[in-house]
């Protein structure tokens, strides 16, 4: 059974700094898309960042994209997104997810599975 585990998440101040990582269990990462997820209070689950298993297609919501990147490290079966010049519309629970090899875009939910249980990111001063 596939298994992701988000950590990294916490309290930070505006402007601040944060790096999630999605650790796999149980099977190899490298051999699927992965993408970073997050749900707000009262808001839908919307897709942040996602890259092919390949690491040669990359997608990203406008809202993030020149503060957020994601990258992946299959020695460690790891997938991080790390955040820059954090806002406090970033805060929510933010979810990894594994998709299919043959993805290429865009970042949807619909083309995800086997959800981690999250990892809560607070932008607050």
């Known amino acids: 059974q596939f298994q992701l585990v988000e950590s990294g998440g916490g309290l930070v101040q505006p402007g601040g700094s944060l790096r999630l990582s999605c650790v796999a269990s149980r099977f190899s990462l490298g051999d699927y898309a992965v993408g970073w997820f997050r749900q707000a209070p009262g808001k839908e689950r919307e897709g942040v960042s996602c890259?092919?298993?390949?690491?040669?297609?990359?997608d990203f919501v406008d809202s993030v994209k020149g503060r957020f990147t994601i990258s992946r490290d299959n020695a460690k079966n790891t997938v991080y997104l790390q955040m820059n010049s954090l806002k406090p519309e970033d805060t929510a629970v933010y979810y990894c997810?594994?998709?299919?090899?043959?993805?290429?875009?865009?970042?949807?939910?619909?083309?995800?599975?086997?959800w981690g249980r999250g990892t809560q990111v607070t932008v607050s001063s």
């Open positions: 890259i092919s298993s390949s690491d040669t297609s990359r």
């Open positions: 997810a594994a998709g299919s090899p043959l993805w290429s875009g865009p970042c949807t939910r619909a083309d995800f599975r086997n």
